[in-house]
């Protein structure tokens, strides 16, 4: 009986000092993964407080990439990598009895700042890695993956030289004065040429005390769009002046012509689809392919006009045509009455019937050569309309190309970016 007490007594006093002693091999544990625990277990998931309500977060490396220029929704897609830093006294340590001077910690166990871009249409962000970097101070170093599509009033007018500044602004969330502030340092440029569209130049901003933002230079590469756009229009433009040195009364030049505004008609809905979508800055180049068919239709109905004057001699329901009728009318009647007149003074004097047949042909003769002098006379004609017309075609041609190619790369149209601040 006494053996089992004494037995019953040693047991419970084992399982009394069972806690005492886990808790003093956990006091004693001092490894980084033990300081983690430490930590996580604090729970910190809100944002440091102190007497200002402000946290500084420091950016002191962001790099910046244009992904894509979307023309036809007018949108800018951009890729952000952001290193980030902030001081968290409850996270600090003493090194005497921790002796690391840093520690990793989970993203998720911790409170981080979020970057916003206040003129995204849509916006991720996420993590670069699932840990972050805790110093012995306080001081957390953190990285940040930013992909936003940002709504940016690119100036298209100029379009296929197009060039705009595009507003891309970096806030936290903060409110009446209370939350994390950013301070920017270094700004890199990484794949500075993407697709069509260049990214020229980046910079840091601000507009106003808080309001940071980063200044894109943007400027459309115009090898391609203009190979495939304004080439083209310039070519069949200068093709149809070329057309006039085809003779006029055959009928091949009107086809030709007929040929090239079907061209540009199919050309300009194959390109429907290719072109800039419109914006505060309307693109220029759609007038230019309407100013461009209205040039070609012009030249192939004035081509049409002279023809039929080449032809006729007058225009079809004009004036011209009862006046040319009526004097064709009238020279019927008059060899009519010179043959009469003659064959009855043959009949009178008696003539052989070998002169009579020479009369004949001589009066033949003379009303075909009267009709070759006529014919002659309105090709003449319409062939002085049609010189006259190209000359002026060719001027107005050449000075249109040059006038719209000048406005294309000099004129500016100003868009105001910054209207999604309301200040």
Known sequence: MLKFLTHSIVKVVFLLCVPTVGSAL?????????LSIVLIDKKLLSQPQNQSCKLEIRVPRLQYTTLAVDTKDVNLEILLQASVEWEDPELAWDTSVYTFDDVIL?????????????????STVQPTSADVLVYSNGTVKHSLTINAVVNCEINLFNYPFAYDVCPVPIETWSTDGCGPTLKLDELELVDSSHGDWETMYIAFQ??????NYIQVGLQ??????FLTLMLPSYLLIFVDMV??????????????????????ILFINIL???????????PIIRPHFCVCLIFLIMSMLVSMLTTRISQEGHLVLCCW?????RKITENKEAIKDEETKADINTIQLNATEDIQILRKVAK??????????????????????????FWIYFIAGIGYLVIITVIMTKFKCNVDHFDFWND
């Open 364 to 389: 033949f003769l003379e009303a075909h050569n009267t009709n070759e002098a006529e014919k002659e006379r309105q090709n003449n004609f319409a062939n002085l309309l049609d010189k006259t017309f």
């Open 321 to 325: 045509s009862m006046r040319s009728a």
């Open 106 to 122: 989970p993203v998720d166990k911790i409170w981080t700042p979020e970057l916003l871009i206040t003129n995204a249409v849509t």
């Open 206 to 211: 601000k507009k106003g005390d808080e309001q």
């Open 243 to 264: 057309s006039f040195a085809l003779p006029l009364r055959d009928g091949k030049r009107n086809s030709f012509k007929v040929t090239l505004v079907l061209s540009l």
């Open 272 to 282: 429907n689809d290719k072109l800039p979508g419109d914006s505060e800055c309307s």
């Open 220 to 225: 459309l590469k115009p090898a391609n769009p």
């Open 26 to 34: 956990s006091s004693n544990c001092t490894s980084r993964r033990c």
